[in-house]
């Protein structure tokens, strides 16, 4: 069993930064990929960033420049570091990661979600 735990998300003015945070706990074997997804209201969930293993990142065009995804391995946690936040940023943010289980078991797991809401 793998759970992932979002933290970090709130109400924030645009132009301004959050910080989301999502660990992994349970039994881990190791952990692929990690990702943030998110979902506005009424519109479909859509990638937003990705980190592989190795540290290699992409990113969704419309936050480029302002969204930086990272990973810290020994901790299995992934962070979402957002700046100059704008209201159509406002969604509920979701953690996403391939895990591999001590049971040697690949599994892909979301987190619950964490809301975020720009203000203009």
């Known amino acids: 069993q793998v759970q992932l735990l979002e933290s970090g998300g709130g109400l924030v003015q645009a132009g301004g930064s959050l910080r989301l945070s999502c660990a992994a706990s349970?039994?881990?074997?190791?952990?692929?990929?990690m990702a943030w997804y998110r979902q506005a209201p009424g519109k479909q969930r859509e990638p937003v960033a990705a980190?592989?293993?190795?540290?290699?990142?992409n990113y969704a065009d419309s936050v480029k420049g302002r969204f930086t995804i990272s990973r810290d391995n020994a901790k299995n946690t992934v962070y979402l570091q957002m700046n100059s936040l704008k209201p159509q940023d406002t969604a509920v943010y979701y953690c996403n990661a391939g895990v591999v289980t001590t049971a040697y078991r690949a599994l892909e797991v979301w987190g619950q979600g964490t809301r975020v809401t720009v203000s203009s």
């Open positions: 349970g039994s881990i074997f190791s952990m692929n990929a």
């Open positions: 980190i592989s293993s190795g540290g290699s990142t």
